[in-house]
């Protein structure tokens, strides 16, 4: 009508218009109109077209790879993990074959029947595998019941043909030596490496899972023509440790005894090449089987005792301040000084020898030999507060070492403007401060070693599976000197003097020059010192004039005897026996005869009589000339055996027989 308009009011003024002008225009317009409809139409087939080009030549791929995966399943093969190996390539830990049951959930019709069938096989109950099968996954790994089963328990649940339900190559963790090293090395959970070595290298030991895949339609049934894919896994790094495992079987057999002998609350012990700060062993009890730690309880094998335990040490700290008063010129040990009455009065307060009557007048080397409280109390007040605890910090206490393990604890010092004269004086022996046994012994391997405080660790070399190419290997960390190698050959020469003829006689080897210390600490029980608990420990070294290895052993609340030199010596002793033979380090018996023969040529001595001395009292006669094997419980000696007057060589044992005073 609108096209009309004009015609119409040319009308209405009068204005004639002819039909044959009308047609023509009306004509015109609708051409123009088709013309628009097929520029429209023109264009659109053009779009059209363009957009067939751009999916079938630019996404056209990606569209496909995408529709092939929403129909394609995978069937996961883990990589197997890498070794853990011992510095001589020995295998304390690797994966072996081990079958996991998948679950394909959409091919699985009858659910119930199936669970019903799996479920006594897997330990599993049926509703939780009902549960499992329900799940809107292309695949669901049938576990824990399903995952690492024996070869035998895959061919039963192959047999039974399930529709949905395939069993896959799968790995696990294997042992061969059992318990052995389980603090090291850790343990491992479905996703990895939980503690240990196994925690701290997860991500380069458990390589890269591989897979089969297939295609699927959306019943889950294999599509005609369509091929199976396999990607291979790639299996975990090899770790070599520093660990030398003939050294880690010495370390658990001695301490398996001292736990059967002394049924202590734990023990500990490290071995440790001082020139290097390698780990050659590391052990406590009680312990735990790595692929079975669910059997222990949590605090066994979530906690690393060397490295996590924090104590008093006691006297073995005092290595520490004889170090600093030698380097600072403070003390001259053989030709200085000192007289003990059995105790040192500070600020008002009284601290006494172990020894009661003290040990009267002796030189600062029979100080160290008879670890006289007195006497180092004197070295502390000589070298002052703020250089003894510069020396303690620069001998890495107070904070962690950074060993490669997880779970290291601080420790704990006084702070400097906390430090008053007691203070002071309990620190110079020991009491007072917490320390862990990786620090004790990374310190004192610094005090021998010419003065080099290393950074421990127990990772060695990372190796290349197959090829056996060594791709990194862990170099020693300097972390700083703390003293000279002059004053390091002065404290070697005092320690081997201690176990020579001081308080660390038990430990001494024919044919082999040993230093040491001892240690007896009581415990803190409800925030006051316990009279009967100590933690006893020894650290002992040799060669004496050229030390290849530090040990280090803590024993926590030994029944009987809690004195470091009768309990814990023994025991670093024993490690350190076959230990030594091992490392091809020999027996010098014409040197030793030479440069200490006095100790060699064993001196005959009257036994005295303990019947009636409580265990406390026993210390001072059995320090140096016997050694004590205790049977009963209680604190005083009943019988003994030989008899007092007997006469016999220095360092017999004598057996006491313990019970309540007054008992039979």
Same mark, same amino acid.
């Given at each position: 009508?609108?096209?009309?308009?004009?015609?119409r009011?040319m009308?209405?003024?009068?204005?004639?218009?002819r039909?044959?002008?009308?047609?023509?225009i009306?004509?015109?317009?609708?051409?123009r109109?088709?013309?628009i409809?097929?520029?429209g139409?023109?264009?659109g087939f053009?779009?059209?077209?363009?957009?067939?080009?751009?999916?079938?030549?630019?996404?056209?791929?990606?569209?496909?790879?995408?529709a092939?995966?929403?129909w394609?399943?995978?069937?996961?093969?883990?990589?197997?993990?890498?070794?853990?190996?011992?510095r001589?390539?020995?295998?304390?830990?690797?994966d072996i074959?081990?079958?996991?049951?998948?679950?394909?959930?959409?091919?699985?019709?009858d659910?119930?029947g199936?669970?019903?069938?799996?479920?006594p096989l897997?330990?599993?109950?049926?509703?939780?595998?009902?549960?499992?099968?329900?799940?809107?996954?292309m695949n669901?790994?049938?576990? &824990?019941?399903g995952?690492?089963?024996t070869?035998?328990?895959?061919k039963?649940i192959?047999?039974l043909?399930?529709p949905?339900?395939?069993?896959?190559?799968?790995?696990?963790?294997y042992?061969?030596?059992?318990p052995?090293?389980?603090?090291i090395?850790?343990?491992t959970?479905?996703?990895g490496?939980? !503690?240990?070595?196994?925690?701290?290298?997860?991500?380069?030991?458990?390589?890269?899972?591989?897979n089969i895949?297939?295609?699927?339609?959306?019943?889950?049934?294999?599509m005609p023509?369509?091929s199976?894919?396999?990607q291979?896994?790639?299996?975990?790094?090899?770790?070599q440790?520093?660990i030398?495992?003939?050294?880690q079987q010495?370390i658990?057999?001695?301490?398996?005894?001292?736990?059967?002998?002394?049924? &202590?609350n734990?023990a500990?012990?490290?071995?440790?090449?001082?020139n290097?700060?390698?780990?050659?062993?590391m052990?406590?009890?009680?312990t735990?089987q790595p692929d079975?730690?669910?059997?222990?309880?949590?605090?066994v094998?979530?906690?690393?005792?060397p490295?996590?335990?924090?104590?008093?040490?006691?006297?073995?700290?005092?290595?520490?301040?004889?170090s600093?008063?030698? #380097?600072?010129?403070?003390v001259?040990?053989?030709n200085e000084?000192?007289y003990?009455p059995?105790y040192?009065?500070?600020a008002g307060?009284?601290?006494?020898?172990?020894?009661?009557?003290g040990?009267?007048?002796?030189s600062?080397?029979?100080?160290?030999?008879?670890s006289?409280?007195?006497?180092?109390?004197?070295?502390?007040?000589r070298?002052?507060?703020?250089?003894?605890?510069?020396?303690?910090?620069?001998?890495?206490?107070?904070?962690r !070492?950074?060993?490669d393990?997880?779970g290291?604890?601080?420790?704990?010092?006084?702070?400097?403007? #906390?430090?008053?004269p007691v203070?002071?004086?309990?620190?110079?022996?020991?009491q007072g401060?917490?320390?862990?046994?990786?620090?004790?012994?990374?310190?004192?391997?610094?005090a021998?070693?010419?003065?080099?405080?290393y950074?421990p660790?127990?990772?060695?070399?990372?190796?290349?599976?197959?090829?056996?190419?060594?791709?990194?290997?862990?170099?020693?960390?300097?972390?700083?000197?703390v003293?000279?190698p002059?004053?390091?050959?002065?404290?070697?020469?005092?320690?081997?003097?201690?176990?020579?003829?001081?308080?660390?006689g &038990?430990?001494f080897l024919?044919?082999?020059?040993?230093?040491g210390?001892?240690g007896?600490? #009581?415990?803190?029980?409800?925030?006051?010192?316990?009279?009967?608990?100590?933690i006893?420990?020894?650290?002992?070294?040799?060669?004496?004039?050229?030390?290849k290895?530090?040990?280090?052993?803590?024993?926590?609340?030994p029944?009987?005897?809690?004195?470091g030199?009768?309990v814990a010596a023994?025991?670093?002793?024993?490690?350190?026996?076959d230990?030594?033979p091992?490392?091809?380090i020999?027996p010098?018996?014409?040197?030793i005869?030479?440069?200490?023969?006095p100790?060699?040529?064993t001196p005959i001595v009257t036994v005295?009589?303990?019947?009636?001395?409580t265990?406390?009292?026993?210390?001072?006669?059995?320090?140096?000339?016997?050694?004590?094997?205790?049977?009963?419980?209680?604190?005083t000696?009943?019988?003994?055996? &030989?008899?007092a007057?007997?006469?016999?060589?220095?360092g017999s044992?004598?057996?006491?027989?313990?019970?309540?005073e007054?008992g039979?």
């Amino acid at each position: 009508m609108g096209l009309f308009y004009p015609f119409r009011a040319m009308r209405r003024q009068g204005v004639p218009v002819r039909r044959e002008s009308l047609k023509k225009i009306s004509q015109v317009t609708v051409r123009r109109r088709l013309f628009i409809v097929l520029i429209g139409i023109v264009i659109g087939f053009a779009a059209l077209l363009f957009r067939l080009g751009y999916v079938q030549l630019w996404i056209g791929g990606e569209l496909s790879a995408k529709a092939e995966d929403s129909w394609r399943r995978q069937i996961v093969y883990e990589a197997k993990r890498g070794e853990i190996v011992d510095r001589n390539g020995v295998r304390l830990a690797y994966d072996i074959s081990s079958p996991t049951v998948y679950a394909i959930p959409v091919q699985v019709k009858d659910k119930a029947g199936t669970a019903e069938k799996l479920a006594p096989l897997l330990g599993m109950t049926q509703e939780k595998l009902v549960t499992l099968l329900s799940k809107k996954e292309m695949n669901v790994r049938l576990a &824990p019941g399903g995952r690492k089963i024996t070869t035998e328990l895959a061919k039963q649940i192959n047999a039974l043909n399930l529709p949905g339900i395939e069993v896959a190559e799968d790995s696990k963790r294997y042992y061969p030596f059992g318990p052995l090293a389980s603090s090291i090395l850790g343990i491992t959970g479905y996703d990895g490496g939980l !503690t240990g070595v196994e925690s701290k290298y997860d991500s380069l030991l458990k390589g890269l899972d591989g897979n089969i895949s297939y295609l699927a339609d959306a019943a889950g049934r294999g599509m005609p023509g369509s091929s199976e894919k396999y990607q291979a896994p790639k299996d975990g790094l090899t770790l070599q440790l520093t660990i030398d495992q003939p050294i880690q079987q010495m370390i658990e057999r001695e301490l398996d005894q001292a736990m059967l002998k002394y049924q &202590p609350n734990s023990a500990l012990a490290i071995a440790m090449d001082p020139n290097t700060g390698e780990i050659l062993g590391m052990a406590s009890r009680p312990t735990f089987q790595p692929d079975k730690y669910q059997e222990a309880k949590p605090e066994v094998y979530n906690r690393n005792l060397p490295i996590w335990m924090t104590y008093e040490p006691g006297s073995t700290f005092k290595i520490i301040t004889l170090s600093a008063a030698l #380097q600072e010129g403070k003390v001259d040990l053989k030709n200085e000084h000192f007289y003990d009455p059995g105790y040192i009065d500070v600020a008002g307060a009284k601290l006494r020898c172990w020894k009661k009557g003290g040990h009267g007048s002796q030189s600062f080397l029979e100080v160290v030999e008879n670890s006289c409280n007195p006497g180092f109390v004197t070295l502390g007040q000589r070298l002052g507060k703020e250089k003894l605890f510069e020396y303690i910090k620069n001998f890495g206490f107070g904070k962690r !070492t950074g060993i490669d393990l997880g779970g290291e604890e601080n420790g704990i010092l006084f702070k400097l403007n #906390q430090v008053g004269p007691v203070e002071l004086a309990t620190t110079s022996f020991g009491q007072g401060v917490s320390v862990t046994p990786i620090q004790q012994i990374t310190a004192v391997a610094a005090a021998i070693n010419g003065g080099k405080l290393y950074k421990p660790h127990v990772a060695k070399d990372w190796i290349q599976p197959g090829t056996n190419k060594v791709l990194e290997e862990v170099q020693p960390e300097l972390v700083r000197q703390v003293i000279s190698p002059e004053t390091s050959k002065k404290v070697r020469e005092a320690l081997e003097s201690v176990v020579a003829q001081g308080t660390g006689g &038990p430990a001494f080897l024919d044919g082999y020059r040993v230093g040491g210390k001892t240690g007896t600490a #009581q415990k803190v029980v409800n925030g006051r010192y316990s009279p009967n608990e100590h933690i006893v420990s020894f650290i002992g070294f040799a060669p004496a004039d050229d030390p290849k290895l530090v040990v280090y052993v803590a024993i926590d609340n030994p029944q009987g005897i809690q004195f470091g030199g009768l309990v814990a010596a023994p025991v670093v002793k024993g490690i350190m026996a076959d230990a030594l033979p091992y490392l091809g380090i020999e027996p010098r018996k014409e040197q030793i005869e030479k440069e200490i023969k006095p100790y060699i040529d064993t001196p005959i001595v009257t036994v005295p009589n303990l019947v009636g001395k409580t265990v406390s009292d026993l210390y001072e006669d059995m320090n140096t000339n016997f050694r004590l094997s205790s049977s009963g419980k209680g604190q005083t000696v009943l019988r003994q055996a &030989p008899a007092a007057g007997a006469r016999v060589e220095k360092g017999s044992v004598i057996r006491i027989y313990l019970g309540a005073e007054g008992g039979d």
